[in-house]
């Protein structure tokens, strides 16, 4: 047996002993951990700036990777928030009394042992243990070797949590950084419960093509935003300016802008903003000599060494940087199709004071979020009310869009009797 291996057995028991606790105690427990986190800030950026020094400063992953004091604080204030969430465990989903007196339930549970594979974010460490442990499941971690030592960090602090609370801290697993331990979670059967993936394209692919237990794939997002025709120019360049630049290496970021041909003569306003970031724009025909021309000043309309072009792979391209591609169509329908031919299923925004467009948008775009008049960045498990989020998924078996505690459980059903036997 790997370490790998043993680690995973000992996250199962864990599961088991996890039925023990009540909600009040696991509350408590995750109180003091947002304590403890906080109490022990300079540990966590000791550790997290041995994981940023060795990473290139061009790397669009490093945003992700760094801490500071307020984002450990933010991390803390999710745990609190989780903590107060009411406990997704044994709500009664349906019952009945069946036509034999047989009483019958059906009633939630937990997963039992959940799986996360994940790349440079160190506050998912501390995110999916408390989600996990509010929601009774046991969780084996295995996050990228660009953030190890600062998962690592987080998962010493939750350990000793779980200790001072005489609770079993095996119920949290953080697996070896190197690639063979992956292997090892997704090939246990009949331990792990549940695999979520969230990261990379590659490292999705390689879950899909190697898990042989259930998962999840979360993430990859190629974000869209329709600029309808009609629609504000001043709320609209507000809203991609935050939606590309905000965040531009996480998975709400705004990948490919849409804009209603008759709006051309509007682009340069709505992504005027997005040049004091260095955005560099990939755009098509169209959109590029709207862009490139001359104002009444004399000034490019788009400064000419950030504005490219688009190819055709720019528009299934997750950027998780700053570039955008602009697409030029000439009715809602064609922006409808080009998100329906390029999407991953993630986050799409119609911007529009159409009330028939917008309802149109809403319900033919089948995506996991889809918002009308506001940024693509609320896709968060933290801006739901969830508290946090074990991923973001893009499928549409068991969850969809940020997953919270309810995704984290199952359900199961309960039959009481008094002697009945089936005829």
């Given at each position: 047996?790997t370490?790998?291996q043993?680690?995973i057995?000992?996250a199962?028991?864990?599961s088991?002993n996890?039925a023990?606790?009540d909600d009040?105690?696991?509350?408590?427990v995750?109180?003091?951990?947002a304590?403890a986190i906080e109490?022990?800030?300079?540990k966590i950026?000791q550790a997290?700036?041995l994981d940023?020094d060795?990473?290139?400063?061009s790397?669009?992953?490093?945003?992700?990777l760094v801490?500071?004091?307020?984002?450990?604080?933010?991390?803390?204030?999710?745990i609190?928030?989780v903590?107060?969430?009411?406990t997704?465990l044994?709500?009664?989903?349906?019952?009945r009394?069946?036509?034999n007196?047989l009483f019958?339930?059906r009633v939630s549970?937990?997963l039992?042992?959940?799986?996360?594979v994940?790349?440079?974010r160190?506050?998912?460490?501390?995110?999916?243990?408390?989600l996990?442990?509010?929601?009774?499941?046991?969780?084996v971690?295995?996050?990228?070797?660009d953030?190890h030592?600062?998962?690592?960090?987080?998962v010493e602090?939750?350990?000793?949590?779980?200790?001072?609370?005489?609770l079993?801290?095996?119920?949290i697993?953080?697996?070896?950084?190197r690639?063979e331990?992956v292997?090892d979670l997704?090939?246990a059967r009949?331990?792990v419960?549940l695999v979520?993936a969230?990261?990379s394209?590659s490292?999705?692919?390689?879950?899909?093509d190697n898990?042989k237990?259930?998962?999840?794939?979360?993430?990859a997002?190629?974000v869209h935003?329709?600029f309808?025709?009609?629609?504000d120019?001043?709320?609209?360049k507000?809203?991609?300016?935050n939606?590309?630049?905000?965040?531009p290496?996480?998975c709400?970021?705004l990948d490919?802008?849409?804009?209603h041909e008759?709006?051309?003569?509007?682009?340069?306003?709505?992504?005027?903003?997005?040049?004091?970031?260095q955005?560099?724009?990939?755009?098509d025909k169209r959109a590029?000599?709207?862009?490139s021309?001359r104002?009444?000043?004399?000034?490019?309309?788009?400064?000419t060494?950030l504005?490219?072009?688009?190819?055709?792979?720019?528009?299934?391209?997750?950027?998780?940087?700053?570039?955008?591609a602009i697409k030029?169509?000439v009715?809602?329908a064609?922006a409808?199709q080009?998100i329906g031919?390029?999407?991953?299923?993630h986050?799409e925004?119609i911007l529009?004071?159409?009330?028939?467009?917008?309802?149109r948008?809403?319900?033919e775009?089948?995506?996991a979020?889809v918002?009308?008049?506001?940024?693509?960045?609320?896709?968060?498990g933290?801006?739901?009310?969830l508290?946090a989020?074990?991923?973001i998924s893009?499928?549409?078996?068991?969850?969809?869009?940020p997953?919270?505690l309810d995704a984290l459980?199952?359900y199961?059903?309960?039959?009481?009797g008094?002697g009945?036997?089936?005829?």
């Amino acid at each position: 047996m790997t370490k790998t291996q043993a680690q995973i057995h000992l996250a199962k028991l864990a599961s088991i002993n996890l039925a023990q606790y009540d909600d009040q105690k696991i509350s408590q427990v995750l109180l003091d951990l947002a304590v403890a986190i906080e109490h022990q800030t300079a540990k966590i950026l000791q550790a997290n700036r041995l994981d940023a020094d060795k990473m290139d400063t061009s790397d669009p992953k490093l945003s992700r990777l760094v801490l500071d004091e307020n984002k450990i604080k933010n991390i803390a204030d999710g745990i609190r928030q989780v903590s107060q969430l009411k406990t997704p465990l044994r709500k009664i989903l349906e019952k009945r009394i069946l036509d034999n007196g047989l009483f019958l339930k059906r009633v939630s549970a937990p997963l039992g042992v959940v799986g996360v594979v994940y790349e440079a974010r160190p506050n998912v460490t501390p995110d999916i243990f408390s989600l996990c442990f509010k929601s009774g499941n046991a969780c084996v971690l295995k996050g990228g070797s660009d953030a190890h030592n600062s998962h690592q960090a987080f998962v010493e602090i939750i350990t000793d949590v779980l200790e001072k609370n005489n609770l079993d801290k095996n119920c949290i697993q953080l697996l070896s950084p190197r690639r063979e331990a992956v292997q090892d979670l997704l090939e246990a059967r009949g331990l792990v419960d549940l695999v979520v993936a969230r990261g990379s394209r590659s490292l999705i692919d390689f879950t899909r093509d190697n898990a042989k237990v259930p998962f999840i794939e979360t993430g990859a997002g190629v974000v869209h935003l329709y600029f309808d025709k009609g629609a504000d120019v001043k709320k609209g360049k507000l809203i991609v300016e935050n939606s590309k630049t905000s965040r531009p290496a996480v998975c709400n970021a705004l990948d490919t802008l849409i804009v209603h041909e008759d709006e051309l003569k509007n682009l340069p306003k709505l992504v005027g903003k997005l040049a004091e970031h260095q955005v560099e724009l990939r755009a098509d025909k169209r959109a590029f000599e709207s862009l490139s021309g001359r104002d009444s000043f004399g000034q490019y309309q788009y400064p000419t060494k950030l504005l490219k072009h688009s190819t055709a792979k720019d528009y299934d391209t997750e950027f998780l940087s700053l570039k955008m591609a602009i697409k030029t169509v000439v009715n809602l329908a064609e922006a409808i199709q080009h998100i329906g031919a390029h999407s991953t299923g993630h986050t799409e925004v119609i911007l529009s004071a159409n009330q028939l467009n917008i309802e149109r948008f809403l319900r033919e775009v089948d995506s996991a979020a889809v918002y009308s008049n506001c940024a693509t960045v609320f896709t968060d498990g933290n801006q739901y009310g969830l508290g946090a989020e074990v991923g973001i998924s893009t499928q549409k078996l068991h969850a969809r869009g940020p997953m919270g505690l309810d995704a984290l459980t199952s359900y199961k059903w309960i039959l009481q009797g008094d002697g009945q036997v089936r005829e």
